[in-house]
């Protein structure tokens, strides 16, 4: 059902490429209909805003990095928590990104204490599913934190424009997009609207893996993805919601800033009930995105009318 390709840097990433008739058939349908998020949201793309007095993940993060031993707490603290002066307080060696784009300093806030999870479940129960707007949801239990020092080393290849389907995931999925700094320019997230990403991929005729290839090789295709790929402009206590099936990209840091951010995937009750197929990432691990696994056991949100 998939296809392996090298890219010029020598990565292997395995994107999806589904070819066995029931589930492609599916497939194609979902990438292909009017979502119940983008019905709300025809751009595919909304901006949500929190107070961040009552949500301080800037705090738990820094806690987090000093428990690890990657920094000096009470120096950061001097520096008012600005986590975007992280790589003046981390040390080159825990800077450098592997192929998947991770840094050792990301990696470390993947074991959050139970503050953090508590105040991101009611993030999500009070501001992110009540905004999708179609009743309850699962949510990625363990969040994704990026952590991408200035002109840190290690970026891998060409500017992997991509959405998360290609890497095994569920087309009705809703992303969510949490800035810990201010975001912009190459310290952010690339993002395609949904219009322009569906026109692409298309073209393609949902063949993932030739898009990862020409990502990385076809010099029209690097043009037109930075073309429709534009750079978000977000602030701390502001949130990005978009269709899964939108066009992005992590760039390489080329300001003097540190990006610290933190993503995560929502599921509608609803929305998923109807779906028959299954899906699973494409990564090391082939993680299960199933519910009570890569998905919260419980929804969160709205409850539906009976």
């Known amino acids: 059902m998939t296809t392996t390709y090298t890219t010029s840097t020598g990565q292997a990433p395995d994107y999806a490429n589904y070819t066995e008739p029931g589930f492609r058939a599916e497939f ?10 983008q ?4 751009t595919g793309v909304t901006r949500l805003r929190y107070d961040p ?3 301080d993940f800037v705090a ?9 031993g990657m920094l000096d707490r009470g120096t950061l603290s001097a520096r008012g928590d600005r986590l975007e002066h ?11 990104m592997d192929v998947s784009q991770q840094s050792a300093a990301a990696r470390v806030l993947y074991e959050m204490p139970l503050a953090f999870h508590a105040l991101y479940e009611r993030l999500l129960t009070e501001v992110v599913v009540p905004a999708i707007g179609i009743g309850p949801a699962h949510f990625q239990r363990t969040p994704t934190f990026r952590v991408f020092f200035p002109h840190a080393p290690g970026y891998p290849g060409a500017t992997s424009y991509h959405n998360d389907l290609m890497i ?18 190459t310290r952010s997230l690339l993002l395609a609207q949904l219009p322009e990403s569906i026109e692409l991929l298309r073209e393609y005729d949902w063949n993932f ?10 010099a029209s295709l690097q043009a037109r993805c930075e ?12 949130i990005l919601l978009f269709d899964s099936r939108c066009l992005h990209a992590g760039p390489h840091n080329l300001t003097e800033l540190t990006r610290v951010t933190f993503d995560a995937r929502v599921l509608p009750v609803v929305d998923h009930a109807r779906q028959k197929n299954v899906y699973q990432g494409r990564g090391r691990r082939r993680a299960s995105f199933a519910i009570g696994e890569y998905f919260s056991a419980h929804a969160i949100g709205q409850r539906t009318l009976s």
Do not use: W, Y
């Open 28 to 37: 194609v349908a979902d990438m292909e209909r009017t979502s119940p998020f």
């Open 39 to 42: 019905k709300r949201f025809p």
């Open 53 to 55: 007095r009552q949500f």
């Open 60 to 68: 738990i993060v820094g806690d987090a990095l000093a428990a690890a």
């Open 86 to 96: 992280l790589h003046e307080l981390i040390a080159p060696v825990h800077q450098a």
């Open 168 to 185: 095994g995931h569920n087309p009705r999925e809703v992303n969510v997009f949490f800035p810990l700094v201010r975001c912009e320019a």
């Open 209 to 218: 893996a030739a898009f990862g290839r020409d990502t990385q090789n076809d």
């Open 227 to 238: 073309r429709i790929c534009q750079p978000l402009r977000l602030d701390v206590g502001e």
